[in-house]
């Protein structure tokens, strides 16, 4: 079985190189569209090359609302990966090797300590169960953590996923445009078409990415949480390690 980590950074990456691929091919197309429309549109009267203008630009503005959301995710997908990669090491490297701590603090090397009466006895137990309890809620803290950066990273890729959907299907809906425009009796209808198509397309996937990127915010807002998790010095006197033993 693969690494947690891998399971979410595959498909993050892949959802990024079908948003390339698709732009490669929406640009592409939409270039020949415009060519086709640009070689032809001299046959159409005034209304006509007005009307295939307006539709023009509507997909051009649409086209263009789509590459700034491509824009803004490209900017974040290393943090992202390094998000999804560090939220695995916090539970690896720091809340597994803590979590064994708890038995060995409370399990004395020598055996003959569970003989031990007396008032210093009882300091010493004391001590053992102050600092148990710290490696229990250091536990917790660290499992906080990467639930958290987790929370983040996961948002983030379906963030990605869904952009990817989008870049697809506008690539297939410009690619579409390109073979009808060919034929200049097909010219209207095929930019009218576009331009609906890609407007409802950018209408629902905003509304999708918007929902996204509010439960994005959320996990980001859960910051205080986690400001809350690190200002509880419950367990932690003064924010330190419990010690054993005290200089007087």
Partial sequence: MPPPDQEYGPPFNEAFEQIHSGVEIA????NETMDN?????WMFGAAAQWWIHDRSQQVREHFATILDRVDHAVDHQL??????????????????????????????LDQNLHRWTGDAATAYQ???GHQQRAVDETAVKTEFVSQWLFGVARSNVEYAVELARVVTELAGHMAQAAVDTAAVINIPWAIDALAGAVGDLVTASLDNLLAIGERFVGSIGEKRDLAAQAGDHSRLPDGSWPQAVRNS
């Avoid at 640009?27 to 939409?30: D, H, I, L, T």
């Avoid at 809340?95 to 701590?101: G, I, K, N, Q």
Wanted: no cysteine.
């Fill in 79 to 108: 943090p992202v990966l390094s998000l999804i990669s560090t939220s695995f090491r916090w539970l690896d490297e720091v809340r597994t090797p803590v979590s064994e701590l708890s038995f060995q603090v409370v399990d004395p």
């Fill in 126 to 128: 004391s001590k053992v």
């Fill in 37 to 41: 429309i640009n070689r032809w549109q």
């Fill in 27 to 30: 640009v592409e197309k939409f």
